[in-house]
């Protein structure tokens, strides 16, 4: 892992792997690793709050000493780990509403820039959702609120137009 990865994404993919192994035996791995896991997809989707730093540390610290075998044990660690050496990404999907790390699909906004594009539209006719509009040969331009952060748009300009933020 290096800086191309989100800590709260690495998270959420452990919590996803434990949430499908658990047996379901005792209550807090089987419970609470399933409200851990909302709270880390709803800050990865930017509707976070500030609070659900709080109640992830307390359930993953719950979780941690009363789990009755190493599965539920240890399966709040990624949780505790990024929290503690990583907290100020949370911070920044919480607050910003930024994925620094380009991982959280939610939290993208695709633009194009004026100065650069060329009107081709090779962008548009690619967009699966229909997010582009524009005349030929004038700058388009991309609809937020319909764009559905696939991708395919960059692939397609060849004059580095268009970007992700
Ligand atoms: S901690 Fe162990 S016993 Fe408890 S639900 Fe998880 S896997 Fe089952
Ligand atoms: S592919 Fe690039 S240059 Fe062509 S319209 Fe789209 S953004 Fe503009
Ligand atoms: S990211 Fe996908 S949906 Fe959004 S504008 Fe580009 S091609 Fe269209």
Avoid: W
């Avoid at 690495?10 to 919590?15: E, I, N, R, S, T």
């Avoid at 789990?67 to 240890?74: D, F, I, K, R, S």
């Avoid at 690619?126 to 609120?145: F, L």
Wanted: include cysteine; glycine fraction near 6%; hydrophobic fraction near 35%.
């Amino acid at each position: 892992m290096d800086e191309d990865d989100c800590m709260v994404s690495v998270a959420k993919f452990y919590l996803e792997f434990t949430v499908g192994e658990s047996c379901g035996k005792c209550t807090p791995c089987r419970i609470g690793n399933k409200r851990m896991l909302e709270i880390l997809t709803r800050i990865t989707e930017g509707k976070g709050e500030m609070a659900d730093l709080d109640q992830l540390q307390n359930l993953a610290t719950v979780i941690k000493d009363s789990a009755l075998c190493g599965l539920g044990q240890t399966s709040p660690n990624p949780v505790l780990s990024t929290l503690s050496n990583f907290r100020d990404e949370y911070v920044e999907h919480v607050r910003a509403h930024k994925c620094r790390a380009k991982k959280c699909k939610a939290l993208l906004t695709y633009t194009i820039d004026p100065l650069r594009c060329k009107g081709c539209s090779a962008c548009a006719k690619s967009c699966p959702a229909q997010a582009i509009m524009g005349e030929t040969r004038k700058p388009h331009v991309i609809n937020p609120y319909v764009c559905i952060r696939c991708g395919m748009c960059i692939s397609r300009c060849h004059f580095g137009a268009i970007s992700v933020i």
